[in-house]
């Protein structure tokens, strides 16, 4: 399965590396990354596979949520079904 | 992938605008638990349902997390225990304190379903339940009742009504030490639907498979945020805008729904597409109607703007989903919104207002604080009328009163949680107790030469 991660929040220094560095070390693959910055608020979406993923997505997630709250961040884990099923017929 | 608008857009809704799965409601036949004796009957019930719902809680955590997408309720309905009753005999309460154990085991945050289906008349265990009802909803904390006291086809049980003032009265006091809570638990239909997932009035019909899930979706404060965003459009506009908004919030009950269904392996039943408030500031449906227009919910101009409402997100959420049911349309529960519950303090909203806003939404007087000294007649009067809005124009309606014992007009009582709270509301006092009295049957109406 594929999933999104929705970063917002403060810019600072080392958030891609912290968030990629938490995915590799759990096997989740980095599909592709947008990524922008508006006035000073950062803003990412990372699409990522769980293939391979050696935790359930359940365990990764909660791992991601404590870095957002470590670093005063906004970050969401989920389901890339739930866009899909929204916003496409 | 997918457009980023589309992505932060979804995570707006469920952040900052409330969107969430009200309710995943798996819907048990106890009809194979008839054994003929109270005792026996009621050890099959707790051993079927907490074998049925053993990971229903668990299944909804789990997909919560991974989607990304609060569920707030779990729950569970049952046959309408009065038929259960007709065979099993025994105190009525005995079932109720079975399925309380139930609640108890699995873990979900009601059971509705103490419910009997007297539209035409009583049949065996019937009037049993019925009477039974205030004991019931005091003795147990997690049990929801339901009476349907008619029908678009049977017309209206006057005894039933009769009846029903009664035992709302009755409920009421019995639970006077606990905030009046026992009639919050207990709604009487007219027309009621079979599949319905929210609580107080879900059952599981009779015409229902075995075992089935059911999803309602909620998601007021998105329509009206998406309404926001329009502020200058036509009244087209304004409907398009809800249908498209809708279909979004309905996609995802759909999703939700047969995921919930795959993993506990029992067949996905429907969607309803009912937008349901809660107290929270944000996730009114009076909001919505103000973002329309309006100075105040209540003001004339509401039954209209309500009218559009509850059509348009018909209109957008059936596309959204495979099989659409329960009651699908706009709840306005008053002390369950915020926007209702500052209208009806403010005096802009009347009961008379909310009766004529029953005729063109999902539901009807629901959570309706009214004074604890109105009479059982009155109580019964209010009934028979909403009854006969549903009756006549084919469509639930239903009845969910609570006296406030030892209040009067202009008071507040507060239940807590998604219940809410509210001011006591003004009542017509005039009496209709010789009306009431004469009891029979109000023939069912005319469904053709319409003009």
Redesign the interface.
Request: glycine content about 4%; cysteine-free; overall charge negative.
């Given at each position: 399965m594929r999933g999104i991660i929705t970063v917002v929040g403060k810019d600072m220094v080392g958030i891609l590396a912290k968030i990629s560095g938490v995915c590799a070390e759990n096997g989740v693959n980095v599909i592709e990354v947008s990524q922008s910055i508006l006035q000073d608020m950062f803003c990412m979406i990372m699409l990522v596979d769980f293939e391979k993923a050696n935790v359930p997505f359940t365990e990764f997630s909660d791992k991601v949520t404590a870095i957002g709250n470590e670093m005063a961040l906004s970050i969401h884990v989920m389901h890339e079904d739930i866009f899909n099923s929204m916003h496409r017929i | 992938?997918?457009?980023?608008h589309?992505?932060?857009?979804?995570?707006n809704m469920i952040?900052d605008e409330n969107l969430d799965i009200r309710t995943i409601t798996m819907g048990i036949s106890l009809l194979d638990c008839c054994t003929g004796d109270a005792k026996s009957t009621c050890d099959k019930i707790y051993e079927k349902m907490t074998k049925k719902a053993e990971h229903l809680v668990k299944t909804g955590e789990?997909i919560e997390?991974?989607?990304?997408?609060p569920i707030i309720n779990k729950r569970i309905s049952v046959t309408p225990i009065s038929m259960i009753l007709a065979s099993g005999k025994g105190d009525p309460v005995l079932y109720a304190k079975t399925l309380e154990r139930v609640a108890q085991t699995v873990g979900v945050n009601f059971i509705g379903g103490y419910s009997a289906l007297v539209q035409k008349g009583f049949a065996a265990g019937d009037e049993a339940l019925i009477r039974s009802i205030p004991e019931a909803l005091d003795v147990t904390e997690h049990i929801c009742s339901s009476v349907n006291i008619g029908s678009t086809k049977a017309g209206i049980n006057m005894d039933a009504v009769k009846m029903m003032g009664q035992i709302i009265k009755e409920s009421a006091e019995v639970t006077a030490n606990k905030g009046c809570i026992g009639p919050a638990k207990l709604v009487v239909f007219c027309n009621a639907p079979e599949d319905n997932p929210f609580m107080a009035g879900a059952f599981h019909g009779v015409g229902e498979p075995d075992c089935v899930i059911n999803v309602g979706v909620s998601g007021p404060g998105v329509v009206r945020s998406a309404i926001s965003k329009i502020p200058d459009a036509n009244i087209t506009e304004v409907a398009d805008m809800v249908k498209r908004t809708a279909f979004?919030i309905t996609?995802?009950g759909?999703?939700v729904a047969c995921e919930a269904s795959k993993r506990l392996d029992v067949p996905f039943g429907i969607v309803d597409l009912s937008l349901a408030p809660t107290p929270a500031i944000g996730d009114s449906v009076a909001y919505i109607l103000e973002e329309m227009g309006l100075e105040q919910c209540g003001a004339h101009g509401t039954t209209a703007c309500l009218a559009l409402l509850n059509d348009a997100v018909k209109k957008g959420g059936v596309m959204a989903s495979s099989h659409v049911g329960g009651l699908s349309g706009a709840f306005i529960p008053v002390s369950e919104d915020a926007g209702m519950i500052a209208a009806a303090t403010s005096g802009a909203l009347t009961i008379e207002k909310l009766e004529a806003m029953t005729c063109v939404c999902s539901v009807g007087l629901d959570m309706i604080i009214v004074p604890g000294d109105t009479t059982a007649e009155v109580l019964s009067g209010i009934i028979a009328d909403e009854a006969a809005i549903g009756m006549v124009n084919s469509k639930t309606t239903a009845v969910r009163l609570i006296p406030a014992i030892g209040k009067d007009i202009g008071d507040t009582l507060n239940f807590g949680g998604l219940l809410g709270y509210g001011p006591v509301m003004k009542l017509n006092t005039a009496s209709p107790a010789k009306f009431i009295n004469r009891g029979g049957r109000i023939p069912a109406p005319l469904q053709s030469l319409k003009n």
């Open positions: - | 992938m997918i457009n980023t589309d992505i932060l857009e979804t995570i952040q789990d997390k991974e989607y990304g997408i979004k996609r995802m759909q999703l």
